[in-house]
């Protein structure tokens, strides 16, 4: 037991300046120091890599999607941070803009690179996609075939139709070749 406080107060001596020993019931516990940093003044404010200029007829645009909050919040926001980011206008800095317009200083400097790298009208629009994020598995007749299916008697022994048990006739009578129950929910869904 000896041994173990001697070793204790050993580790207290080679402690860093960042915590201190505390002496709680016989156990050493440590806590850190705060350190007081006041911020530097004699820094210079770095200027900005994606400077955002707008021509009069983007900010006639941008003006005109806020009075009239048209679009998606996403846009309405992306119209605002731009107006303000401007730097032939307000000229705001990131995290005046971010404070106003309840968001993270990264969005507003994603927003400025976006700008810059990609146009205006990506930037306000957002990226589009080229294809659909899926294909259909069912096409109409098979859709009309799976709920054909659906509106006759279910097998003997089941009383209705589940989705699991629609699933396997419609791949049982050859409509489709494989199909989820989940894709034959959102197919009776449609029809609802």
Known sequence: MAR???ERSEKT???????????CGGNLHYQAERRRHSPPTDLAIEPKKYVVRLSEQEREELRGIVRRLSGSSQKVRRANILLQADA??????DKQIAQAYHCRSKTVENVRQRLVERGFRETLDGKRREAAPRQKVLDGKQEAKVIATRLGPPPSGYANWTLRLLARKVVELEIVESVSHQTVMRTL???E
Request: charged share 25%; proline share 9%.
């Open 4 to 6: 173990l406080q001697g």
């Open 13 to 23: 001596r080679q402690s860093s300046s960042r915590t201190r020993p505390l002496a």
């Open 88 to 93: 032939d206008g307000p000229a705001w800095t």
């Open 189 to 191: 869904k449609k029809t």
